[in-house]
């Protein structure tokens, strides 16, 4: 693998430029665990984020396959502050502007397991950092504008640069994969629960 930059992801977004992101090699695919991690969540997790969910370009849902859930910028710095770029798991619960709202189901508003991009997506070349997170689950309906809580439990790899969007949607189903079986683990499954979460 490319060597990784330590420094936070805030401390990259303060030069002003975007960063140049190793490109995915063959042997990095190929070789990816199927799960990361210690047997419990280490410093600097658990991270607890919260926002109103913003529309991203879209490109998730309609390129990927994976549509994400953008967090303002505002929501960003207990994270970025702290980690370098790349790709996190953890779990994320929506929560309507009201009790009695019935656009999304009793399963939609549930904590779920999800897989979290911070970063410059160098796919596709975004000028601005970002936070973008996949719920793992099949929703009734758009979500835009209600609040996001996440708990962030772990790093599973580097943001990285892609010669086609088959291996990026690749490597995201692999991510997702490796939270899941990142998420099984007891002292992990514990955060469900967590008080952050409605
Ligand atoms: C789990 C996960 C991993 C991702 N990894 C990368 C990556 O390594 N490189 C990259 O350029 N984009 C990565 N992305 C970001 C996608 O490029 C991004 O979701 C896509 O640009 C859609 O953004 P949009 O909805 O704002 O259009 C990842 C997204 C997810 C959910």
Known sequence: MAAVTTQTAAEVASLGEPPVAPLQTESFRVDRPQIVGPESPES?????????????????????????????????????????????????????????????????????????????????KNERLTAEIHIMHEFKSDFYGYLMKAVVLGYIRPELDYTSREALIDDIETDKRVALNCLQRPEYQKYTTDPHFS
């Open 44 to 124: 600097p997790f658990p991270i607890r984020l919260s926002g109103p969910v913003q529309k991203g370009f879209g490109r998730g849902g309609k390129d990927l396959g994976c549509p994400t859930a953008n967090l303002p910028d505002e929501s960003l710095p207990p994270m970025s502050s702290v980690t370098k770029t790349g790709v996190y798991y953890g779990y994320a619960q929506v929560i309507p502007p009201r009790k009695d709202d019935d656009t999304l189901s009793r399963t939609d508003v549930e904590v779920l397991p999800m897989v979290m991009s911070l970063g410059w997506n160098p796919f596709y």
